[in-house]
């Protein structure tokens, strides 16, 4: 018999939760198989087998939490084809199971549940939460969900967080997309759009305005003659911020192939640590989910993060004229004991003419 272990989790990172066993007991599996997935307050990750075996038995069960190097299942080297028959059978069984008791089911209008799901009993007892009122729904909160309200709240407490706002003219950037979506996209297979604008434009002001790609420790201040930018990505388990390496020397097409990269990884709970760690700045787009103006947090160590919101047609005046043009709100929260108000307000400002001429690099 072996032990399955749980493995090095990350920097800093030394304990998390199993979220779900892939296999059961009893069952075989192949090397490479995927094990049991396990969250920590930053990423879920899959613990694949080393090599071919049979699960024999659940030390941790699922809502347990466990530290690196804890034993969590046991297996054994030894298959008989009895084995991996019985297995087989076993699951398609399950699957007979399943339609057997999937029958329709004819509910009256107007009905309205007042009590817990057996799904929602279980869920109760293998966490050891009492249900309440039965109009309510109790659930434990995620590692990534704790540390989200962790963090958030760490940069409420720590640094002087204050925000500055402009708006930005968003025609020139609409009409370039429009006029080169086509060679755009042949060159590089992907869509040109506005995020990629918006991290070449900061990472030239970044280098303008050093103060904001800095960040405080203990009584010092570290300046990054590097620009990895933190993008916000609201994922089904979460809000995570990887990161795009050495952003200031990337092309638009590589900017934008970058995000989409990042975005499949968090949806699909494959970003690693090293995507997660050592960013410079960052920015969240709320825009996408329809904000008109908000107060971003700051991501710590960081000391500034850009607010990007919903591109809206509004009257404006241009040249004695009232007009209609595309317009967004960009924000910039950061760290008043680093950064003064007045770079504060030139960073956005510096930002402002970058975006309303762009170019495409």
């Not at 609201?234 to 097409?253: F, Q, T």
């Amino acid at each position: 018999m072996k032990n399955i272990t749980v493995p090095e989790l990350g920097e800093s990172i030394i304990e998390g939760t199993i979220t779900s066993w892939l296999i059961k007991e009893g069952e075989v599996f192949k090397s490479g198989d995927n094990l049991a997935e396990i969250e920590t307050e930053k990423i879920t990750i899959e613990i694949p087998a080393q090599s071919s075996g049979k699960l024999t038995k659940i030390i941790a069960p699922e809502g347990t939490t466990v530290n690196v190097g804890q034993a969590i299942a046991e297996i054994s080297d030894e298959i008989t084809i009895d084995d991996s028959i019985e297995s087989k059978i076993n699951k398609i069984e399950e699957k007979k199971e399943i339609v057997e008791e999937v029958k329709p089911v004819n509910k009256p209008d107007n009905t309205e549940k007042t009590e817990n799901s057996p799904d929602t009993e279980n869920l109760f007892k293998n966490f050891d939460i009492e249900t309440k009122n039965q109009n309510e729904k109790i659930i434990p909160m995620s590692k990534l969900r704790q540390t989200i309200a962790r963090r958030l709240k760490d940069a409420q407490n720590t640094a002087a967080i204050l925000t500055t706002f402009n708006e930005v003219d968003m025609s020139a950037i609409m009409s370039l997309r429009k006029k080169e979506q086509t060679s755009f996209k042949k060159k590089y297979g992907v869509k040109l759009g506005i995020m990629s604008f918006f991290v070449k434009a900061s990472t030239e002001v970044l280098k303008e305005i050093p103060e904001i790609n800095s960040e405080i420790y203990e009584n010092k201040i570290i300046y990054k003659n590097y620009f990895d930018i933190g993008i916000a990505i609201g994922s089904e388990k979460g809000l995570v911020v990887p990161i795009i390496r050495d952003a200031g020397n990337l092309s638009n097409g590589d900017i934008e192939k970058s995000i989409i990269d990042l975005a499949e990884k968090a949806n699909s709970n494959k970003l690693k640590m090293k995507d997660l760690s050592g960013g410079t700045f960052s920015i969240t787009n709320g825009g996408i989910y329809g904000s008109m103006m908000s107060t971003p947090i700051i991501n710590p160590p960081q000391s500034a993060i850009l607010g990007m919101h919903s591109i809206i047609d509004r009257p404006i005046v241009v040249k004695k004229k009232i007009v209609i043009k595309p317009m967004m709100y960009i924000a910039l929260s950061y760290d008043h004991r680093l950064i003064d108000g007045k770079q504060a307000v030139t960073f956005l400002v510096r930002l402002k003419e970058l975006l309303e001429n762009p170019k495409i690099i």
